[in-house]
């Protein structure tokens, strides 16, 4: 016998809908209310007004955090959208041995972001890998500062969610690459093209909806970073709070019983239009390289 009854599919519903209300919506609607109080993680809050907006336009370190969260979406952009495609493009091939080098890529990916950031400390350290290993071959005079420099601890923050987002972009392209017809790379060959023309004007094109999907996830990813810099910097942000993140300055206003949570709900809704930016654009332009 069968049962169909209108309130059948909105059972099935209903679970998924009451998760993305209390967990997603709500959270989003508080932050927006918050941001507008003075409110402390123990005990209500009081309305400000834009007390708490006009408080951001005078403070020196959400410009830092700023530039910083900018930097590092310039940097991770260009370098984390074409180096996992060449990646991809290497290990498709069936050559020997290609299955470690897909592993060895991969395995940054699933191992934990704590943990291979604690890894980084310590070989960054000024006692460590890096700096004693220069020393003793006699590059250096004295250890490098890649944990108390400002630049250097953005410099090795960068290079550490590079080398660990190599192995993920590049799975996600291997995918795209499967979708590329044998076929073009075959006429583009046959007509005597190279394979860095037949990379050019057929594995690009080919991949290029997937490349603006991956702009974007690296464009997010890098202006919401926080465990790289927190934990090279030791939690403290780097030489006078210089290498903080929007994220990390979030987290800093926030905690403890005399934390402002309105102070940092108004960050977040920053850090909202932060990103929704290069997400808007990249967008844009992918509609525009469609309709062409």
């Known amino acids: 016998m069968r049962y169909n ?21 709500w959270p989003s609607i508080n932050t927006v209310i918050l941001s507008f ?19 951001l336009l005078h403070d020196e370190q959400l410009r830092w955090a700023l530039l910083n969260s900018v930097i590092y979406m310039v940097v991770c952009l260009p370098f984390l959208t074409v180096l996992p495609l060449l990646l991809a493009v290497l290990v498709e091939k069936k050559l020997p041995g290609i299955t470690f080098f897909r592993t060895a890529f991969y395995t940054p990916v699933v191992a934990s972001a704590v943990v291979v950031a604690l890894i980084w400390q310590w070989i960054l350290d000024d006692r460590g890998l890096v700096n004693g290993l220069a020393e003793k071959l006699g590059v250096i005079s004295g250890p490098l500062p890649f944990l108390s420099d400002q630049w250097l601890l953005l410099l090795s923050a960068i290079s550490l969610t590079i080398w660990k987002g190599l192995g993920y972009y590049m799975i996600i392209y291997l995918a795209a690459l499967g979708n590329v017809g044998r076929e073009l790379h075959e006429a583009a060959a046959v007509d005597g093209a190279g394979p860095l023309r037949r990379f050019v004007h057929v594995t690009i094109p080919g991949v290029r909806g997937t490349m603006i999907l991956i702009s974007i996830l690296i464009s997010v990813s890098a202006l919401r970073v926080f465990s790289e810099l927190f934990i090279l910097s030791g939690g403290k942000g780097g030489p006078g709070g210089r290498d903080n993140s929007v994220v990390m300055l979030i987290q800093q206003y926030s905690q403890g019983f005399e934390g402002n949570l309105g102070y940092a709900s108004a960050l977040s809704i920053v850090l909202f239009f932060v990103t929704v930016v290069p997400m808007l654009v990249l967008a844009r332009l992918n509609r525009r390289g469609a309709e062409a």
């Open 5 to 25: 009854r209108w309130f059948t599919p909105w059972v099935l519903v209903i679970p998924a809908l009451a998760w993305l209300l209390v967990f997603n919506l």
């Open 37 to 55: 109080t003075n409110a402390k993680p123990i005990g209500g809050g009081h309305f400000v007004g834009l007390k708490n907006f006009e408080t």
